[in-house]
C-alpha cells in the first residue's frame, strides 16, 4: 500500500486543463517542500517533471505546473496534449520511509 | 548529459539473492546520491534506497534503505568504475519488478530524480 494517495485515473480532453492530487500527511507532504512529480510513459524511463513542490526543470514545458495546500501536493497539466497521456506519480520525502511515492494516476486525453 | 545504464540477471530463483549493476556515464558518481527503485507488474514506484560516497578511501559511503526492505538489501559503490549496485537477498515472487537507478537532482540531496537508467525487469521464477 502507497503512502501517498493519489487519484487511480485523471482524463480531460485537449486543451482543457486537469489536476492530479497527492495526499499525504503533516509528516511528509504537509511538512516538507520536497514533493516532486513524475511522468512515465510505460516502457521508458520515468521523466522529472516537478521538483521542491513548484520548481520546473529546464526543457519541461510551462504546462505543467506544481502547488501544495495543506497535505495535498497537485500536479496541473494545462493545454492537455495527446503526448500528457500517461502515468503520473508524486513523491515526498518523508523522515520515517525517507522517500514516498503516490499508487500514480493514469492520464487519459479524450 | 549523464546516462544511467542498469545490468544483471533477468531472471533469479526463489530464497536467491538478486544482483544488479547501474553504469554511470556522462558524470561522475562522487558526491551525487544514488538510488534503486522499482516497480512491480500493474503497481506503483518503491524507493529502496540510496548510495553517497565522495570517492575518498577514507570515507565510508553514506546508505540509507527502505525500513520495509532494510534486512534484504545491500548497496554498494565502485566510484573506479563508474558504477554502484543492488543486492536484494532472499527474494520471492513479490520481488518481481522492473528495477531502476536513479541519481538526485542535487549534490545536497534534495529527495528527487533528475536521472533515470531505462530499468530492467527481474523476474522471480524457479
Known amino acids: 500500500q502507497s503512502a501517498l494517495t493519489q487519484p487511480a485515473s485523471v482524463s480531460g480532453s485537449p486543451g482543457q486543463s486537469i489536476t492530479i492530487s497527492c495526499s499525504g500527511t503533516?509528516?511528509?507532504?504537509?511538512?516538507?517542500?520536497?514533493v516532486s512529480w513524475y511522468q512515465h510513459h510505460p516502457g521508458k524511463a520515468p521523466k522529472l517533471m516537478i521538483f521542491?513542490?513548484?520548481k520546473r526543470p529546464s526543457g519541461v514545458s510551462n504546462r505543467f505546473s506544481g502547488s501544495k495546500s495543506g497535505n495535498t501536493a497537485s500536479l496541473t497539466i494545462s493545454g492537455l496534449q495527446a503526448e500528457d497521456e500517461a502515468d503520473y506519480y508524486c513523491c515526498s520525502y518523508a523522515p520515517t520511509t525517507t522517500l514516498v511515492f503516490g499508487g500514480g494516476s493514469k492520464v487519459t486525453v479524450l | 548529459q549523464v546516462q544511467l545504464q542498469e545490468s544483471g540477471p533477468e531472471v533469479v530463483k526463489p530464497s536467491e539473492t538478486l544482483s544488479l549493476t547501474c553504469t554511470v556515464s556522462g558524470g561522475s558518481i562522487n558526491s551525487y546520491f544514488w538510488s534503486w527503485i522499482r516497480q512491480p507488474p500493474g503497481k506503483g514506484l518503491e524507493w529502496i534506497g540510496y548510495i553517497y560516497s565522495i570517492g575518498r578511501a577514507d570515507h565510508n559511503p553514506s546508505l540509507k534503505y527502505n525500513p520495509s526492505l532494510e534486512s534484504r538489501v545491500t548497496i554498494s559503490i565502485d566510484t573506479a568504475k563508474n558504477q554502484f549496485s543492488l543486492n536484494l537477498s532472499s527474494v520471492t515472487a513479490a520481488d518481481t519488478a522492473v528495477y531502476y537507478c536513479a541519481r538526485d537532482g542535487s549534490t545536497s540531496l534534495r529527495y528527487y530524480f533528475e536521472y533515470w537508467g531505462q530499468g530492467t525487469l527481474v523476474t522471480v521464477s524457479s
Open positions: 503533516s509528516s511528509d507532504v504537509g511538512k516538507y517542500n520536497l
Open positions: 521542491e513542490v513548484t
